[in-house]
């Protein structure tokens, strides 16, 4: 099994335009995650989603939307990219809720907007 | 709400020598916690997860967790470091979405550094 994949590793962004962060993970895994992480903070849960066609906000959902067609697949958007989203970006899955439940994380996407 | 501290942010080390990762947590009800671990340019990786069973906890590659809820700790350790453990690692505290869903809550990280 792959796990949870990611793509691209990198980008760089001119401030104003647009790309979509791909998510795939081959565990069939209902809920799924998208965290930023800035430089000496953890982890912020921008949205998740705990099945196909549903999708809600986390902490810091501004300037980002996302999708969930299918149960492999959770991309990220961003529309007007600003040096603010400047991160890396990580996409995480599970298999059902509760808190005993282990997330797994893709290698990450680095994003730099200028 | 649940929140998670991590004392230090940054802890270096010989090789060979015991390594002490401090954590704090705050939680309103018996949390689970998590430590994972990230190399450099890599995602995440569980090395232990406490939920209430044991409260000394056993992960991979040596390290090992125990939860004290006198003093609301779980203070990472592992006897003696390796180069390759060199990473940043985080503490992590299991709350709760509305709706009911898993959330987990990050501490900022501690780096350690191993040296020769």
């Known amino acids: 099994n792959a796990g949870v994949t990611q793509t691209p590793k990198f980008r760089i962004l001119k401030i104003g335009q647009s790309m979509t962060l791909q998510c795939t993970q081959d565990?069939?895994?209902?809920?799924m995650y998208w965290y930023r992480q800035d430089p000496g903070m953890g982890l912020k849960l921008i949205y998740y989603?705990?099945?196909?066609?549903?999708?809600d906000k986390g902490e810091v959902p501004n300037g980002y939307n996302v999708s969930r067609s299918t149960t492999e697949d959770f991309p990220l958007r961003l529309e007007l990219a600003a040096p603010s989203q400047t991160s890396v970006y990580f996409c995480?899955?599970?298999?059902?809720?509760?808190?005993?439940?282990?997330?797994?994380f893709g290698p990450g996407t680095r994003l730099t907007v200028l | 709400a649940q929140s998670v501290t991590q004392l230090d942010s940054h802890v270096s080390v010989s090789e060979g020598t015991p390594v002490l990762l401090r954590c704090n947590y705050s939680?309103?009800?018996?949390?689970?916690l998590f430590w994972y671990v990230q190399h450099p340019n890599k995602g995440l990786q569980l090395l232990l997860k406490?939920?209430?069973?044991?409260?000394l906890v056993k992960g991979i590659n040596g390290f090992e967790a125990e939860f004290k809820k006198s003093e609301t700790s779980f203070h990472l350790t592992k006897p003696s470091a390796h180069m390759s453990d060199a990473a940043e690692y985080f503490c992590?505290?299991?709350?709760?979405?509305?709706?009911?869903?898993?959330?987990?809550?990050f501490g900022a990280g501690t780096r350690l550094a191993v040296h020769p």
């Open positions: 995480a899955s599970s298999r059902i809720a509760g808190e005993t439940n282990e997330q797994f």
């Open positions: 565990m069939n895994h209902n809920y």
């Open positions: 989603s705990v099945g196909a066609g549903i999708t």
């Open positions: 939680s309103s009800y018996s949390p689970s």
């Open positions: 406490y939920t209430s069973a044991a409260t």
């Open positions: 992590v505290v299991s709350g709760v979405l509305s709706g009911g869903y898993n959330k987990l809550i």
